[in-house]
């Protein structure tokens, strides 16, 4: 088991201009920008749980990343929703 990087959707601001994560992102092809839901996006299999992405975004006090846990064969241990729900919990 190891943790991947997921965005929350409802959280992100990158529809407002917002790329922070996606510039600091030290792996290639591994945050980008959903352009259609116009929200970053991890893609999983790339990520390499270094959390950068998750100091910057809380940084700028978006507090849209979370790390999440995926199983040694790639499946996230929670779905998204659950994980939208526990960034929730932690913020306030
Ligand atoms: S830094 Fe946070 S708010 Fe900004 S694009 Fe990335 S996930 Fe969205
Ligand atoms: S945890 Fe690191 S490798 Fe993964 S998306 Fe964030 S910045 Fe990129």
Redesign the pocket.
């Known amino acids: 088991m190891y943790n991947v990087a997921q965005?929350i959707d409802e959280k992100?601001?990158?529809k407002k201009g917002?790329?922070?994560?996606?510039m600091y992102c030290p792996e290639a092809n591994c945050l980008d920008l959903n352009v259609t839901k116009m929200?970053?996006e991890v893609n999983i299999d790339r990520c390499k749980g270094c959390e950068l992405?998750v100091v910057?975004?809380d940084a700028?006090k978006?507090h849209?990343?979370v790390m999440q846990a995926v199983s040694a064969s790639g499946h996230l241990m929670a779905k998204k929703g659950e994980s939208a729900a526990l960034g929730q919990a932690y913020q306030g």
């Open positions: 965005v992100c601001t990158a917002c790329r922070l994560c996606i929200v970053a992405c910057v975004c700028a978006h849209a990343i």
